[in-house]
T-cell receptor, first 114, second 114 residues
């Protein structure tokens, strides 16, 4: 069984500040991990993914995440927030093959203050 | 290369009617996943299909819901005798056969049951 925990439902940062969105996972098999972003009334866009290669993963729009097996974490960071980063962010875990369904966390809404 | 297409984007049904949601995967993708996003519940997996086969339907409600992905044509998620609790956003995602760990999402169908 797999699960994802995203603590808190809302994070607010100032424009230019560090963005840190936390994600912890549980998986009985080697996990594939993902961060998706969702803008209002739109579908999900893949930001980045971990698939057992490098533990530090770089994604689009300046985001990156680090896989830490010992902490079962996959936190998302961005050095400097931009107004356009305001959206909802979902962390997800999957297995492979027939177990490739995504299990999502509850999501975190990121607000960026001018 | 067009992305994942879903139609209709918005669907309004009265209680007891049927809802049919269609999903056309990206070109070359033979794997389709359906997810449902309910307010306050986040994104939940429903079903995973390959052409003419259901691989994992562990997230599908036992009654009224069915899904298919025929050899030709789009994938269909069918909800019979809709109830108000079926109101949600339904997202389809597709992935290529060689890498079913990266799923590309459509814009979703927002179902409202009156």
């Amino acid at each position: 069984a797999q699960s994802v925990t995203q603590l808190g439902s809302h994070v607010s940062v100032s424009e230019g500040a560090l963005v840190l969105l936390r994600c912890n996972y549980s998986s009985s098999v080697p996990p594939y991990l993902f961060w998706y972003v969702q803008y209002p009334n739109q579908g999900l866009q893949l930001l980045l993914k971990y698939t057992s290669a490098a533990t530090l993963v770089k994604g689009i729009n300046g985001f990156e995440a680090e896989f830490k097996k010992s902490e079962t974490s996959f936190h998302l960071t961005k050095p400097s927030a931009h107004m356009s980063d305001a959206a909802e962010y979902f962390c997800a875990v999957s297995g492979s093959g027939a177990n490739s369904k995504l299990t999502f966390g509850k999501g975190i809404t990121l607000s960026v203050r001018p | 290369n067009a992305g994942v297409m879903q139609n209709p984007r918005h669907l309004v049904r009265r209680r007891g009617q049927e809802a049919r949601l269609r999903c056309s995967p990206m070109k070359g993708h033979s794997h389709v996943y359906w997810y449902r996003q309910l307010p306050e519940e986040g994104l939940k997996f429903m079903v995973y299909l390959q052409k003419e086969n259901i691989i994992d339907e562990s997230g599908m409600p036992k009654e009224r819901f069915s899904a298919e992905f025929p050899k030709e044509g789009p994938s269909i998620l069918r909800i019979q005798q809709v109830v108000r609790g079926d109101s949600a956003a339904y997202f389809c995602a597709s992935s290529p056969p060689a890498n079913n760990n990266e799923q590309f999402f459509g814009p979703g169908t927002r179902l409202t049951v009156l």
